[in-house]
């Protein structure tokens, strides 16, 4: 802006009140919308339209639109550099186009998009500390002369409130997301790595190296050995750990929800989308995103993660244009992905993807100087839990839990550990409190459950049930819920339901 602008009473007094309503604005989409109103009166134009910079820097979204399209126009995506948009954030210098048709840097690509005829553009950044976080554009003077100076100081002015109101509007959007993947994970707050053994040594020091590069990283191991604790880990102690870590079971969902939740969607997308949502992959962006289970994917969601892992970008169902996107990726399976390809059920060139720095987590009987602290651990989690938090543990209780080999792994353990500390009748828990025959085929509820009140004793034999399940398939949910004649959805969220994770 012109150090000697000077606006008028009437531009000062315009300035001022929109100042005040754009500053009142937090919910961002009413705040995109009041940006092009607003500056469409003020300047007289016959449209305006507002373009956001993605978190990748690369791309820009083209936000909102008014005039004779406002409302109309689904999401556009250019890239910095294309048309009169992209090389204003690019070089972050205002531009006066009064002959759009004849300037080499117009692209038709958003008269396309909309059906508006463009004459004459004004498009200044929208700048904040520094960095670009948009473009406001005018369109088509409703004035007598053309586009000049003046109206590049007014827009200037207008936009320099604009891109604090978006600052402030983004906080709040990214404060929101945030807090509903803290919410979808609180019980992460009791996790914690746990490492004794020279194995699990082994594969700490593998996944620290890991963790600085943002290479994809591949899990293998059976279920239940903390290969989420370890792709957790990988986030926090690499470059990405103030960003969103977001984790996905692929097996929770159905496969329509499951695209739908990854990608997102767009309005009218299928029949229930009654608005754009975010994908899961868009909320972690910066951060990283880890696939739960992905063996289990089926393939054309694979063709579509291939499509990420290789371009680094991905389009929304419903949705025509790609969205780009730097994230992480961490997966992980319990099942042997070579036969899962010969057999046609995995992608051999996602797998050759996924498998950049591959480790395999050992199970717990591999790696038995783990158990005590674990047991130790898990102790002090649900005394806690159940507000006993005396309750200890017996060194000859740690040595049976030593000896034991543990079909279920970590997982199998901590459910043991949370049974005994809530039927424990003394504070220190010993051998008989264990009921370790509880994940053999053959088990029943012991006597001690029966003396619960009746809906904890149900709760308590469904867990059972469950471990019992997945520790005869060697900690495979998926079999699991065949064994069960349960759905694999259904059982996931039973699983989630009590704890069994």
């Not at 996924?354 to 102790?379: Q, S």
Request: hydrophobic letters at 40%.
């Amino acid at each position: 802006m012109d150090p000697s602008f000077r606006p008028s009473r009437e531009q000062l007094s315009a300035l001022l009140a929109i100042s005040r309503l754009l500053t009142s604005s937090v919910d961002l989409p009413s705040l995109l919308k009041l940006i092009v109103t607003s500056v469409t009166e003020l300047l007289e134009c016959e449209a305006s339209s507002l373009f956001l910079i993605d978190a990748t820097g690369e791309q820009l979204i083209l936000s909102v639109v008014t005039g004779p399209v406002g409302g109309e126009i689904k999401e556009l995506r250019i890239d910095v550099g294309e048309g009169i948009a992209g090389w204003v954030a690019k070089n972050r210098k205002s531009l006066i186009v009064n002959d759009a048709k004849h300037d080499p840097r117009f692209s038709p690509a958003v008269d396309k998009a909309t059906g508006f005829q463009t004459r004459s553009i004004l498009a200044v950044p929208l700048m904040d500390h520094g960095q670009i976080v948009g473009v406001l554009e005018i369109l088509n003077t409703a004035k007598a002369k053309q586009f000049d100076q003046s109206d590049v100081d007014l827009l200037s002015a207008f936009g320099s409130y604009a891109s604090v109101a978006l600052r402030n509007a983004g906080l709040l959007a990214t404060m929101r997301e945030e807090s509903q993947i803290l919410k979808g994970s609180a019980d992460e707050r009791y996790r914690t790595l746990i490492v004794e053994s020279p194995r699990m040594h082994e594969v700490v020091d593998t996944l620290r190296r890991a963790a600085r590069s943002n290479s994809t990283v591949l899990l293998l191991g059976e279920s239940g050995v903390g290969k989420e604790i370890l792709a957790r880990s990988v986030h926090n102690w690499s470059p990405r750990a103030s960003k969103p870590f977001v984790a996905v079971n692929c097996v929770a969902l159905s496969d329509q929800l499951l695209e739908s939740e990854l990608f997102g969607h767009e309005k009218g997308a299928f029949t229930g989308a009654h608005q754009q949502k975010k994908g899961l992959l868009e909320v972690a962006q910066g951060g990283t995103i880890f696939l739960d289970e992905i063996g289990d994917m089926k393939p054309n969601l694979q063709a579509k993660w291939l499509r990420v892992l290789q371009d680094r970008e991905f389009d929304r169902v419903g949705g025509t244009q790609p969205i780009r996107v730097d994230v992480r990726v961490i997966a992980a399976t319990n099942q042997d992905l070579k036969e899962a390809i010969k057999d046609g059920r995995f992608r051999k060139d996602l797998f050759f993807r996924l498998n950049v720095v591959t480790v395999t987590t050992p199970p717990l009987r591999e790696r038995r100087d783990d158990i005590p602290a674990l047991a130790r651990f898990f102790v002090g989690r649900y005394a806690k839990d159940m507000k006993r938090p005396h309750v200890s543990i017996d060194p000859k209780a740690i040595e049976a839990l030593r000896q034991y080999d543990w079909p279920g792994n970590v997982r199998e353990l901590a459910n043991v550990i949370e049974r005994a500390v809530v039927l424990a009748s003394r504070d220190v828990i010993s051998v008989d409190d264990l009921t370790l025959e509880a994940m053999e085929p053959n088990a029943r509820p012991t006597e001690e459950l029966m003396d619960l009140p009746f809906h904890k004793s149900v709760e308590h034999f469904k867990r059972m049930r469950l471990q019992t399940a997945i520790a005869k398939t060697r900690g495979s949910k998926t079999k699991a819920a065949q064994a069960l004649q349960l759905q694999p959805t259904y059982l996931s969220r039973l699983c989630k339901q009590m704890g069994i994770s």
